[in-house]
């Protein structure tokens, strides 16, 4: 039976990846600040499927400390799910608040480079799958993107990087790329507004967590001699808007 480390298990992607990976057979390894909700998904998913580790991502030591000591069960990793990140604040670059830009910097770029950085000789033991979780933000810039975007086309960039630098070891490494999800990223962008979040959704037919897991899963599963190096995907609803032009007077 495969293992899979999804850091950010406790909600939306992360979430909907922990429940496909085990429905498809694999074991978890499910990562996050939120005991509680990890404890729920050992509970709903088996003691046997999902080996709980509460840290935050841009905690080293922590980080360490938990999967230094993994179970022997969990102990070999064939696929890492790099998803844990965030953005905060829809302000404009000048308007943007500086602590928000670092706490995403730290997460979405820092934190994923750092796990794996400690986790590439075993994922090069194992020819494991890495996927990591980028945006359409990576490719289109909006207004009030502008740090977030940043930090999901460093990692698409840096998932190249990675492919070119593993050849011949068998590692295969994809950037996946979604436009809308539903899931508790508006509420965390918008510092906690639901109605920002149910509004930012009605109507628009987003995709769901579950889209982008089997999306994951999908990829991980694929033969070892095919390799998905960037994959976007949007909700129909969801396309592009064009340039905008500031006029004088
Ligand atoms: P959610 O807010 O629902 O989930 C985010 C997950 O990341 C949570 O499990 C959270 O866990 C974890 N996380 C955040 N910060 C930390 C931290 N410091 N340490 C540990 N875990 C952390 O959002 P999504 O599921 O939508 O987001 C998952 C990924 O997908 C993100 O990288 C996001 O940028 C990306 N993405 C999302 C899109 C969307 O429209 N929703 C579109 C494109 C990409 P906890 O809080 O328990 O620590
Ligand atoms: C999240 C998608 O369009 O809100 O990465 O930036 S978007």
Redesign the pocket.
Same mark, same amino acid.
């Given at each position: 039976m495969k293992t899979v480390l999804v /850091?950010?298990? /406790?909600?939306?992607?992360?979430?909907?990846c922990a429940r496909a990976f085990v429905r498809a057979g694999w074991k978890v390894i499910a990562?996050?600040?939120?005991?509680e909700? &990890?404890e729920a998904l050992v509970e709903e998913l088996g003691a046997d499927r999902v080996h709980p580790c509460v840290?935050?991502?841009?905690?080293e030591a922590a980080r360490d400390a938990a999967l230094d000591s993994l179970p022997e069960g969990f102990a070999k990793i064939d696929c890492l799910v790099?998803?844990?990140?965030?953005?905060l604040g829809t302000e404009k670059a000048q308007d943007a608040d500086l602590a928000s830009w670092k /706490?995403m910097i730290? /997460?979405?770029v820092t934190?994923l480079v750092s796990l794996t950085h400690k986790l590439l000789p075993a994922l090069i033991a194992s020819k494991a799958a890495v996927v990591n979780?980028?945006?359409?933000?990576a490719t289109y810039p909006y207004t009030g993107g502008n740090v977030?975007g940043g930090?999901?086309a460093f990692?698409r960039q840096f998932s190249l990087g990675l492919r070119s630098d593993l050849s011949g070891t068998g590692v295969r490494v994809t950037s996946?790329?979604?436009?809308?999800?539903?899931?508790?990223?508006? &509420?965390?962008?918008t510092g906690g507004n639901q109605a920002a979040s149910d509004q930012l959704y009605a109507g628009a037919n987003?995709?769901t967590?579950a889209d982008?897991a089997e999306t994951v899963l999908w990829v991980a599963s694929l033969p070892p001699h095919l390799n998905i190096n960037t994959l976007e995907l949007m909700p129909v609803s969801q396309s592009f808007a064009g340039f905008q032009v500031a006029r004088e007077g």
């Open positions: /850091t950010g298990a /406790t909600s939306g992607i992360g979430e909907a990562t996050g600040r939120r005991a909700r &990890l840290f935050d991502v841009r905690d790099n998803n844990a990140g965030l953005a /706490t730290d /997460t979405n934190a979780l980028s945006s359409v933000a977030y930090t999901k990692v996946i790329e979604p436009g809308m999800v539903e899931t508790e990223f508006t &509420l965390v962008r987003p995709m967590g982008i």
